[in-house]
């Protein structure tokens, strides 16, 4: 029951929809091209406040105008950053999808961008990135990307203190007006809605030619050694990282598969064997983490410092030992899992939405649900066992902030 | 969406909201005990409960259990409250016998004591984990001042000394008074069939023993005060403010709740004009905590150190301006809209659906339907909001700051 509608406008933005006939309401992501990884040097952390000061007035609309007139569709909306694009997302009642879409329009076209607001906007950026120095679970995956991804992937979203510090109003003004180039504009839309209106809409909002390209760096190799944050904290935050192939690579289900015998439900390995038999932690976990060209699979575990280095090398033990071998049980099981989990998906606008637009960008195309269900159901222990021989997960970048180092 | 309900003999009752529409299914047995309905002795056996019956019983290990609910699909997990410890899984519908048997199993665990020596290692890493985020500490303190000697004050995880102190014995005593049957309520919802559904409960639990179990309500009298403290490591100012509010059961709830929306949500409120758009905190919030017969507004507020006076100042004013002004109508659509929003957001998944059903079963006994809970927030007026900020008064706070150490 797919109903995937894909429309390109004139100047090379793509719009995207899938009607979904059994719920009321509809979710959209604008993905832009502002992305940590698409910053120019010095600038980051621009994208956090952008994604605040953009909000502060558009159009004909005050900042508390335009505030109250996303509050009154009852719009529920976001922003995220990742390393190629700052999205914008947003679910609400069916009805109500253009006029939010025209509110969008203004936001991202003619954002009023006043100077004095700017320095809010930069002064909250940088307050939330301390604020993570209160989050030791938060800080240790930021700095894990940053010590993983070949640079500029594993740069901030956040940003970081000094250059936000250094950022002008002027430089965020240019960034924003980059901001437009819709060639690398992604909108994506599920649930109950119409796309033929939707897209005469958006093609009468979006219609703006290129107005600037985002910045393009020569990826530099990451450092990938251990670093440890030593603080006063009641526990070792560990984050661990290796390196797997990205979902453009052809080997996206033997790794859902691997990552969920892992660490997938409370019957897998990482749960298992590090908390049910050994109470060392109580949170761990692992997952996996793909961007176009580069992906691994991230671990985090939280325990006490004495018993860390204990953690840590079961944890390294379980991954390792993936490769030896995997049961036709287990494999059922996470067959299963990752299965209810895509229908439970196809229930909620706001994640079909995210699907969308994440398969358009990372692959060129989006995959019917139906064909990820295949694809999860054809998999076999012969499969995941070939690519666990080729993958053997067995070297770690890994990031500690905790009262207590470790030998890694 | 139909709504039915029944009572086994033993007082166990169940309640669905059938959807033949949805995709999946959910189901919860809302046990009606929580860190309020122990002792200081025993406090956080609730919550460490809720951990063990996933250990097993006679017949089952802990990592058949686990097993079991993987083969199944399900999204499942539980959670433990100051009044309730809630255990469910969203399943495919034709699951959801299967899960639901598997959870009235676990409801007779067997509570072994390797298991019970080895988890309390986990829930000393929760504690532990929880020391280490501040705004989880604020809240946790700032409640247990704000109710003082009243049972809804006493911490749900409990202490490193109580769970090192606490005793298997000790936890299936407490399991035995408090998991009787008329203290149960399992709730279901989406695509579900009711008729099998009971019948696979009355196979199960129709056996259990009823126990009558009771529940302290001594008045909670709150008497504002103010707490500031330090802590080395920290880098910003968290805030945690309390103020007396309706209960559940209160005709005024969804009153309490729009205005809750009015001042404190994360966007258009009036928290959010006064302390972050102009930077002064980076998270301001208010919400609405209503328990059974007590209740709670409580904010936190993070900020950094240096604009803390300058944030109390700011709470204070706002409280003056409502208690003097009121709100305005506009301010009251906007809630209105959110939270309408929020409420058809949620109700398009099951697993969206089953809190708030079972709560209205558990605490009211009173089936509120999707349509309902929208015409209860279409009704409620601007005088309405007066009235209840002239008896709730938000200015009469107890506060709770956690900050850095002074240098």
């Known amino acids: 029951m797919q109903n995937l509608n894909h429309y390109q406008l004139a100047n090379g933005m793509t719009l995207l929809g899938e009607r979904m006939d059994h719920i009321q309401s509809a979710s959209f992501h604008i993905l832009t091209p502002l992305g940590a990884a698409r910053l120019a040097d010095g600038c980051c952390g621009a994208a956090s406040v952008l994604a605040d000061w953009l909000f502060r007035g558009a159009g004909d609309r005050s900042s508390r105008q335009l505030v109250e007139a996303l509050d009154n569709l009852g719009i529920h909306r976001n922003t995220g950053i990742t390393p190629y694009h700052l999205t914008f997302n947003a679910a609400l009642e069916g009805s109500n999808l253009q006029a939010a879409l025209e509110l969008y329009a203004d936001i991202l076209l003619a954002p009023k961008l006043e100077a004095e607001q700017f320095e809010l906007s930069r002064n909250l950026a940088i307050q939330e990135l301390k604020g993570l120095d209160d989050d030791p679970r938060g800080k240790v995956m930021m700095l894990l990307y940053e010590q993983f991804y070949p640079d500029p992937f594993g740069r901030p979203g956040q940003g970081k203190e000094a250059e936000l510090e250094a950022l002008t109003a002027g430089q965020c003004a240019d960034i924003a007006a980059q901001l437009f180039d819709p060639s690398q504009v992604i909108v994506s839309a599920a649930g109950k809605f119409d796309f033929e209106p939707v897209c005469r809409a958006v093609e009468g909002l979006f219609d703006r030619p290129a107005a600037g390209a985002p910045t393009s760096h020569t990826p530099a190799p990451a450092p990938r050694r251990y670093a440890h944050y030593p603080n006063e904290g009641a526990q070792m935050h560990i984050g661990l990282m290796t390196e797997a192939p990205p979902i453009s690579a052809g080997h996206y289900y033997e790794t859902m598969a691997a990552v969920s015998i892992l660490s997938g439900s409370m019957s897998s390995r990482l749960f298992t064997e590090v908390r049910e038999k050994r109470g060392l932690c109580y949170a761990v976990g692992a997952r996996y983490h793909t961007l176009k060209d580069h992906a691994g699979i991230a671990c985090y575990a939280g325990t006490t410092p004495d018993k860390a280095q204990q953690t840590l090398e079961v944890i390294r033990q379980q991954f390792g030992q993936l490769k030896d071998g995997i049961t036709d049980d287990e494999l059922q099981r996470a067959k299963i899992g990752l299965k209810s989990s895509l229908i439970m998906k196809s229930e909620s606008s706001g994640a079909r939405a995210a699907g969308i637009a994440g398969d358009h960008f990372l692959l060129g195309r989006v995959r019917p649900l139906e064909e990820i269900r295949q694809a999860i159901e054809n998999l076999t222990v012969d499969a995941v066992m070939d690519f666990l021989r080729q993958h053997p997960f067995e070297t770690f970048t890994a990031v500690t902030i905790g009262p207590k180092e470790i030998r890694v | 969406m139909q709504f039915k309900h029944k009572q086994l003999d033993n007082g166990l009752r169940i309640i669905a909201e059938v959807n033949p529409g949805a995709q999946s299914a959910a189901v919860g047995f809302f046990v009606r005990t929580g860190s309020r309905d122990e002792s200081a002795e025993i406090n956080g056996v609730s919550h460490f409960l809720e951990h063990m019956l996933f250990k097993g019983t006679d017949t089952l290990s802990a990592l058949e259990v686990n097993e079991a609910f993987d083969r199944l699909g399900a999204k499942f997990n539980a959670f433990t409250s100051e009044e309730n410890t809630v255990y469910y899984a969203a399943v495919l519908p034709e ?156 005709d005024r709830w969804y009153v309490a709740k729009l205005l809750s929306v009015i001042v404190g949500d994360s966007s258009g409120s009036r928290y959010f004009w006064s302390l972050v758009d102009p930077a002064i905190a980076d998270t301001a919030m208010l919400e609405l905590a209503s328990m059974d017969q007590t209740g709670a507004f409580c904010s936190y507020v993070c900020c950094d150190p240096e604009n803390a006076a300058q944030v109390e100042d700011i709470l204070s004013r706002i409280f003056a301006e409502l208690a003097r002004d009121g709100i305005g109508a506009a301010e009251l659509e906007a809630a209105r809209n959110k939270v309408l929003s929020s409420v058809a957001l949620n109700s398009e998944q099951p697993m969206g659906r089953l809190v708030s059903l079972g709560f209205n079963w558990v605490y009211r006994s009173e089936y509120i339907s999707v349509l309902q809970d929208i015409e209860h927030i279409r009704s409620v007026t601007v005088e309405q909001v007066h009235d209840l900020l002239s008896q709730f008064r938000l200015g009469d706070y107890t506060l709770y700051a956690l900050g850095p150490a002074k240098q």
């Open chain 2, 95 to 250: 699951q959801l016998e299967a899960v639901t048997e598997l959870w009235a199993q676990l409801m007779r665990p067997t509570l072994r004591k390797d298991d019970f020596d080895m988890e309390k290692q986990v829930i000393l890493e929760e504690i532990a984990m929880y020391l280490d985020m501040p705004e989880f500490l604020v809240f946790d303190r700032g409640r247990e001042m704000f109710f003082k000697d009243h049972p809804c004050g006493q911490s749900v995880l409990g202490t490193v000394q109580s769970i090192t102190d606490l005793t298997v014995e000790q936890m299936r005593d407490y399991f035995g008074r408090r998991y009787a049957p008329d203290n149960i309520t399992v709730v279901c919802c989406g695509n579900v069939d009711f008729d099998r559904l009971c019948s696979c409960v009355q196979r199960h639990c129709g056996h259990w023993t009823a126990a009558q179990a009771d529940r302290r309500h001594p008045a909670h009298r709150p008497a504002p005060k103010k707490v500031y403290d330090h802590k080395s490591g920290l880098f910003r100012q968290h805030l945690a403010l309390y103020s007396p509010a309706v209960s559940i059961q209160d």
